[in-house]
């Protein structure tokens, strides 16, 4: 009863982050469900982060689409490409020692909270006609880009907005709304792979994606009173990120390390 008091408890302060600051809520899914629910096998934690980042994505996707911010040809494209490497990423992270891919998941984690330190900043093109060379450069982004979510178990927002900026020179708002569909993608490709080596707890991540659904909906409504302070909102949440982030290396580099120095 507790551990689906906490797994329902995680996945609202994610939701509720997700909403208020419009990313990186995600990249935390894993060390709560670590630390705070307590599920102790690494890669069935990334296999039940993907799958309830996912659920979040899909629905999220479903606000943006009404308001017409997602350009769907483009989307499809780099969703398309991601989902294959995510499958290759998630692959590669299931062969990876779980304390190694723990102390690695850290690191992306100050990554992150650096990139949310910068002000996002999209570009100016408006057309975004299906060119070979711009569906050549979406392709190449969303395989990378996919590679990188799937051997983390992580949506990826992040990293696929200037992947789609620096594909198409597109608006950021056409990025976030457009990103949301390869965040789905890949973190369902992602734990698809995990289920089939039997690697995602259902019951978790099912309470994990009704707390991240009213905690979007209260996150999205506080941050319509304090949009003018998303700045200040990003900084104190890098901070979040920047502690949770010590907080790993400092649990795994010892026994990540000793693993890699076993014969």
Same mark, same amino acid.
């Given at each position: 009863? !507790?551990?689906? &008091?906490? $797994? %329902?408890?995680?996945?609202?302060?994610?939701?509720?982050? =997700?909403?208020?600051?419009? *990313? @990186?809520?995600?990249?935390?899914?894993?060390?709560?469900?670590?630390?705070?629910?307590?599920?102790?096998?690494?890669?069935?934690?990334?296999?039940?982060?993907?799958?309830?980042?996912?659920?979040?994505?899909?629905?999220?996707?479903?606000?943006?689409?009404?308001?017409?911010?997602?350009?769907?040809?483009?989307?499809?494209?780099?969703?398309?490409?991601?989902?294959?490497?995510?499958?290759?990423?998630?692959?590669?992270?299931?062969?990876?020692?779980?304390?190694? !891919?723990?102390? &690695?998941? $850290? %690191?992306?984690?100050?990554?992150?909270?650096?990139?949310? =330190?910068?002000?996002?900043? *999209? @570009?100016?093109?408006?057309?975004?006609?299906?060119?070979?060379?711009?569906?050549?450069?979406?392709?190449?982004?969303?395989?990378?880009?996919?590679?990188?979510?799937?051997?983390?178990?992580?949506?990826?927002?992040?990293?696929?907005?200037?992947?789609?900026?620096?594909?198409?020179?597109?608006?950021?708002?056409?990025?976030?709304?457009?990103?949301?569909?390869?965040?789905?993608?890949?973190?369902?490709?992602?734990?698809?792979?995990?289920?089939?080596?039997?690697?995602?707890?259902?019951?978790? $991540?099912?309470?994990?994606?009704?707390?991240?659904?009213?905690?979007?909906?209260?996150?999205?409504?506080?941050?319509?009173?304090?949009?003018?302070?998303?700045?200040?909102?990003?900084?104190?949440?890098?901070?979040?990120?920047?502690?949770?982030?010590?907080?790993?290396?400092?649990?795994?580099?010892?026994?990540?390390?000793?693993?890699?120095?076993?014969?």
């Amino acid at each position: 009863m !507790l551990t689906d &008091l906490l $797994a %329902v408890g995680c996945g609202l302060f994610v939701g509720f982050s =997700l909403g208020l600051i419009g *990313g @990186g809520g995600s990249i935390l899914a894993t060390p709560l469900l670590l630390y705070v629910v307590g599920m102790r096998n690494p890669h069935l934690v990334i296999g039940t982060g993907a799958l309830a980042v996912a659920a979040n994505a899909f629905i999220n996707l479903g606000s943006h689409a009404r308001a017409g911010t997602v350009r769907w040809p483009i989307a499809a494209i780099f969703a398309v490409a991601g989902i294959l490497g995510a499958f290759v990423g998630s692959t590669l992270g299931k062969a990876v020692d779980g304390q190694k !891919l723990l102390f &690695l998941f $850290a %690191v992306l984690m100050v990554v992150v909270g650096v990139l949310m =330190l910068r002000p996002r900043r *999209g @570009g100016d093109n408006t057309d975004l006609t299906l060119t070979p060379k711009r569906v050549a450069r979406t392709l190449i982004s969303g395989l990378i880009v996919g590679v990188l979510s799937g051997f983390f178990g992580i949506g990826g927002g992040f990293l696929i907005v200037p992947g789609l900026i620096f594909a198409t020179g597109m608006p950021l708002i056409n990025a976030i709304g457009s990103s949301l569909l390869s965040v789905g993608s890949f973190g369902l490709a992602t734990s698809i792979n995990y289920a089939s080596s039997h690697l995602v707890d259902w019951i978790v $991540a099912g309470e994990f994606i009704l707390g991240g659904v009213l905690g979007g909906f209260f996150g999205m409504k506080l941050a319509i009173g304090l949009a003018g302070q998303r700045a200040t909102l990003n900084r104190v949440f890098a901070g979040i990120i920047f502690t949770v982030a010590a907080y790993m290396i400092w649990r795994t580099a010892g026994p990540a390390f000793a693993h890699a120095a076993t014969p």
